[in-house]
């Protein structure tokens, strides 16, 4: 069992940039791939962004390509670097994790999930 603790959300204006991190249980370094996903009020959960289990590769969603990064550290936090935020980026971000050396991006993919950090992009 993996626990996934997400942090690092809160209220910015439009244009503006956050820093999450998602701390696990367990080392995630070469067992996991991790993705991020974001779910805004009224609608379905959908992937942001998604790095493999050793940091070389990574996916992200079109939605926010270019404004966003995903890094991880070589134990168990992986990072999601958000600029140029805008009003439609408000959501609740989960922090997910897989043991595989694929990479994978659908939510049915990932077997352990955080509880998720609010993040608002707001004037």
């Known amino acids: 069992q993996v626990q996934l603790v997400e942090s690092g959300g809160g209220l910015v204006q439009p244009g503006g940039s956050l820093r999450l991190s998602c701390a696990a249980s367990?080392?995630?370094?070469?067992?996991?791939?991790m993705g991020w996903f974001r779910q805004a009020p009224g609608k379905e959960r959908e992937f942001v962004a998604a790095i493999d289990w050793n940091g070389g590769t990574t996916h992200f969603a079109d939605s926010v390509k270019g404004r966003f990064g995903i890094s991880r550290d070589y134990a168990n936090t992986v990072y999601l670097e958000t600029d140029s935020l805008k009003p439609e980026d408000t959501a609740v971000y989960f922090c997910a994790a897989e043991p595989s050396e694929e990479l994978p991006t659908e939510i049915g993919k990932y077997r352990y999930w955080g509880q998720g950090t609010q993040v608002t992009v707001s004037s």
């Open positions: 367990v080392r995630t370094w070469l067992t996991h791939a």
